[in-house]
């Protein structure tokens, strides 16, 4: 039997995160063991929100790296810019004309964003770019963090009006969401999430961060008045993202956690995350200094020819649907 598809994006803006690693990248690196993976840097995503030209070359070059150091593996797994492989706008735009406003408005993300940074046409259509991301190679299953659930819904509502209206076309795609880390709270206030766009950097660790950072960050988390290390996410949400994080790296349940950090004080655990973490992002930092930038922009470009050799037949298919074909 065919192996099932999956696929999921980035976006090159900012610094990858604990939150992007734990939520989402864990399981693209985990996946492709199993699946036929297919990753994307969505740089026409990022461009909703201003950017310095200039500089964002240089993040998404950096975001790609990233990826790379983390072990996707261009052998085993499609990785590339989403601006290099033209079906993606092409199907957005196919998206846009059955995808209902009223259900826009409802987009929580967007709802954000547009609070901090002020709307556009582009913002506003994200999460239908998002579903021809996902649709454009018919994926089965779309490794994600917890906040894209929604938009996950929204690709899935968009398949099926699709095959509705015009014959059945898309799979309907499944998050893959992982049990422990979806949510990876910010350090310096636990009720919201880790993010890239938080203009404090004390909130996030950043992958490529160096350990002497990382052991401040951890220390320095906002916690609460209590001594006693639990797992009780109502009362204790700094703690508990702590141990969330702890058990990722370690393995540890976190019955275990308690049982051995339970009544020892805050302090001492801190130090304990942080040892886990440092010691378990040490292996993307050596390796994405090992990586030169003239060898990941030929993957980047490799990858946009095969993505663009598979898209084109999946675009025939949408075109004679809806009555454009050649
Ligand atoms: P941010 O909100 O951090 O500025 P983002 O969520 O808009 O970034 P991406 O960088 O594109 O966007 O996210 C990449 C992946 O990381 C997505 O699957 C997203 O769900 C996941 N992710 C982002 N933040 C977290 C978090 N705090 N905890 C768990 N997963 C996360
Ligand atoms: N919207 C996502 C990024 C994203 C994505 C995708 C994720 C764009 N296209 C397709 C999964 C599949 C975000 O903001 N994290």
Sequence with gaps: MARQRVFSGIQPTGNI?????????????????????????????????????AAFLVERGNAAKVLLAMGVDPRRSLLYYQSRVPQHAEL??????????G????????????????????????????????????????????DQKQHLELTRDLAERFNARFGEEFPLPEPIIPKTGARVMSLQDPTAKMSKSDPDPAGRVLILDDPATIRRRVKRAVTDSETEVRYDWEKKAGIANLMEVYSLFTGASMQQIEAEFGSGGYGRFKEAVAEAVVAGLAPFREAYDALDDAAVHRIMEEGAVAARDRAVPFMEGVFRRVGLSA
């Design 17 to 53: 995160h604990l939150g992007n690693y734990l939520g989402a990248l864990r399981n693209w690196v985990a996946l492709q063991a199993d699946y036929d993976c297919i990753y994307c840097v969505v740089d026409l995503h990022a461009i909703t929100v201003p950017q310095d030209p």
């Design 103 to 146: 259900q826009l408005n409802r987009m929580t993300q967007f709802k954000e964003k547009a609070d901090k940074a002020g709307s556009n046409l582009g913002l506003y259509s994200y999460p239908v770019l998002m579903a021809a991301d996902i649709l454009l190679f018919r994926a089965d299953a779309v490794p994600v963090g917890e």
């Design 92 to 101: 957005a735009w196919i998206l846009s004309t059955i995808a209902s406003t």
